[in-house]
């Protein structure tokens, strides 16, 4: 191992321990198929005893780029943006590329700033898990750099490629797993004003006013889960609700056993995400599961080949699916 009071090795030192030359040496650390096994474990086993680390940085600047690209998210407290920040960074590190986070904290003003400081920072391209940013203000830093966006915005800028799930169909399937249950009752929980959740509140009311049956919406901003909680007494109470995400069902269900409302012989839930907490809860948490980190890993597919030039501005939607727990049976 390096001493800490030497410099660190280079990649001549290796060459020289190896009796190679430097070329070779540079093709095995890349894991070039021309360097044969052999050598390559021998070179790798040199560089690993002087302690010699490849400078990624230090290559893609060569090339002309820093082999980071940039990710702003909304909220990191949200579940949904943390996994698709898992699935980001495991597609490009598997690409040889390093990322940065930034967080909007929930904030347009401050996702804009941690924009600029992407561009400012040099970055390869920029991923943006946000809805909060006007299309128009995507299109600009598009100009600038490589841009993909994951999430449904309201309007889709001009310049940038969207990954985002398919949120009328999660909709539609969680309405129709209470259907088949039997409920007839069934009140929606929109859990914000994004595009998103309009769009599986829409979904919502399509499918019950298909089934002959009143669409009703309560929002969580707005007191919904108290007041729904309070309209479960009577002949005419809701049997069932579907929460626009998996944070809302939570908290409706913990408010309605905390009233004596049971769940799901009482009332049965499903969320949409499938985010950790609805299965650390009890009773387990019926969801829908959109593949936040497939669109990580998709987002980053895409901004690769945008990087590299080959890639068109596209929309990738992904498909969603019913995850079955112990929060929703028939009706009482």
């Known amino acids: 191992m390096a001493s800490p009071d030497r410099a660190a090795p280079t990649i001549v030192d290796v060459a020289h321990a190896a009796g ?9 650390i890349r894991g070039d198929a ?11 086993a040199v560089a690993a005893a002087l302690g010699y680390r490849s400078n990624t940085l230090a290559r893609g600047l060569a090339r002309g780029r820093t082999q980071v690209i940039g990710v702003v998210v909304s909220d990191l407290r949200n579940p949904y943006h943390a996994d698709v920040v898992t699935g980001i960074e495991t597609a490009a590190q598997a690409s ?3 990322t940065i986070i930034g967080h909007g904290q929930a904030s347009p003003e401050i996702l804009a700033q941690r924009l600029d400081q992407m561009l400012d920072l040099g970055v390869d391209g920029v991923i943006v898990a946000s809805a909060m940013l006007p299309p128009e203000a995507l299109d600009v830093v598009a100009e600038r750099r490589p841009l993909v966006m994951v999430g449904r915005p309201f309007e889709q800028p001009r310049q940038v490629s969207v990954v985002r799930n398919h949120d009328e169909r999660g909709a539609a399937l969680a309405v129709e797993h209470l259907l088949s249950l039997g409920h007839e009752r069934i009140v929606h929980l929109a859990s914000s004003q994004r595009a ?20 009703t919406t309560l929002a969580v901003g707005e007191g919904g889960v108290a007041e729904l909680v309070a309209s479960l007494e009577g002949p005419a109470a809701p049997t069932a ?7 809302a069902a939570v908290a409706l269900l913990h408010d309605a056993l905390d009233a004596g409302i ?14 950790e907490v609805g299965r650390q809860v009890r009773p387990a948490l019926t969801t829908v599961e959109q593949p936040r ?22 929309e990738v939607t992904l498909e969603p699916h019913l995850i079955v727990r112990g929060s929703t049976s028939a009706p009482w």
């Open 20 to 28: 190679v030359s430097k070329s070779l040496v540079s093709l095995a």
């Open 34 to 44: 021309g360097v044969s096994e052999a050598t390559r474990e021998r070179i790798l």
């Open 96 to 98: 040889g590329f390093g």
């Open 196 to 215: 998103a959740a309009q769009a599986r509140r829409a979904a919502y009311g399509e499918a019950v006013t298909k089934a002959g049956l009143q669409a």
């Open 241 to 247: 609700c579907f929460a626009g995400n998996d944070r």
């Open 262 to 275: 049971g769940v799901p012989d009482r009332l049965s839930i499903v969320g949409y995400d499938n985010a």
């Open 293 to 314: 980190e497939a669109m990580g890993r998709e987002a980053t597919r895409l901004l690769l080949d945008r990087i590299d030039g080959d890639g068109e501005t596209v």
